[in-house]
């Protein structure tokens, strides 16, 4: 079992950079979504990161979640290090911190490799109606998400883990945790934590954020009925606008790591980047292939959310799987039996990436 350094030591080391310079910049974390195996790719590359930056991510000032990066964040805004999550995830014994006693079974917890059959009839009529008079303003999993007959899965035991760290009803004491969730009957984001979102408990926008439209049920929160964040964008990173961020990471567990996002030699840029990832990538089967297609698109829209923070002044910095990972994930991202090879792959390969990283700022 391979572990990255000694991650107490760099727990450590980030508390003491911060106590020492209180000018260090400000960031932010977007955690993405994408499913069971997107989460443990996501604790892999976050152990990853703490290792290569001497930085606690549950210290950022903005930890913005989708999906299951809206669990991550949560455990993290509650206090767990990355490397808690890693030995939780692995079944390890947790000695310190606020997961200790948490049980929590992620190959079962909800329910499985495979959706329960769904509810007939259309998910959501009046979103239906509101891309079908103005589908420009909508992006197309949106709209889908739209007629998509009601899920039958519960994402009650995610919310029974999250009450186990925050009581009902009650937000995180870390205050820049905010969560994204899409508004079932109008399509719009919602951010929870922000002022202008409805009231809800921490536990309940968790929910609402993972609510995968057709596989669990929506979520009611102050009367409304919410879906998951990544109806919208599976990593939603343009919320971080305007909020006097100096620099983000960005992990995207649904993303592809293609040349742009590393750091060796000459890189493609764009489209065609993707062109040459396409080329490389071999996906086998029909849902290889709708999937490879839904990381190309996710990559694009993450693309475009990092050049707007960019353009605004802040640095961003990407993380993504790479062809590596997507071998050990495989097609079906809440597959339970990759899990372990996911975490581990992530490991090593964010390890490698943030080294190219690292290289790229003192090259200048």
Known sequence: MSDVGDPEEAGRRAAS??????????????????????????????????????????????????????????????????????????????VTGPLVGVDFDYDTAVGGALPPRPRPGIGSPDLLRQTVRHPRDYPFLTMVSAFVPPGRGSVGPIGDLVRGLVPAGNWSDHPGLRLVAVDYGTGRRVVFG?????????????????????????????????????????TNADLLLGRGLDEVYVLAPMAVRIRPLDAA?????????????????????????????????????????????????????????????????????????????????????????????RAEAAAG
């Open 194 to 234: 922000d002022p202008d979102a409805p009231e809800a408990g921490v536990a309940e926008a968790v929910m609402a954020s993972c609510a995968i439209p057709g596989w669990f049920a929506p979520v009611a929160v102050d009367g409304r009925r919410f879906i998951d964040g990544g109806a919208w964008s599976a």
């Open 17 to 94: 950079a911060g106590a020492a310079d209180p000018a260090r910049p400000r960031r932010g974390l977007v955690l993405g979504g994408g499913g069971m195996l997107g989460a443990a790719w996501a604790v892999g590359a976050l152990c990853a990161m703490q290792e290569a930056t001497g930085w606690a991510p549950g210290g950022a000032e903005v930890i913005l979640g989708t999906s299951a990066g809206a669990i991550l964040g949560t455990l993290l805004a509650s206090g767990a290090e990355p490397y808690e999550l890693r030995d939780h995830q692995q079944g390890r014994p947790i």
């Open 265 to 357: 030699g000459p890189r493609p840029r764009g489209a065609a980047a993707l062109r040459e990832w396409r080329e490389r990538d071999r996906p086998r089967g029909v849902l290889a292939h709708l999937v490879s297609r839904y990381r190309r698109a996710v990559t694009r829209q993450m693309l475009r959310e990092a050049r707007l923070l960019r353009a605004e002044g802040t640095r961003v910095r990407l993380l993504a799987p790479t062809l590596d990972d997507l071998t050990a994930m495989g097609p079906n991202m809440m597959d339970p039996a990759r899990r372990p090879e996911v975490l581990e792959t992530a490991l090593r390969t964010c390890s490698t990436a943030l080294a190219a990283l």
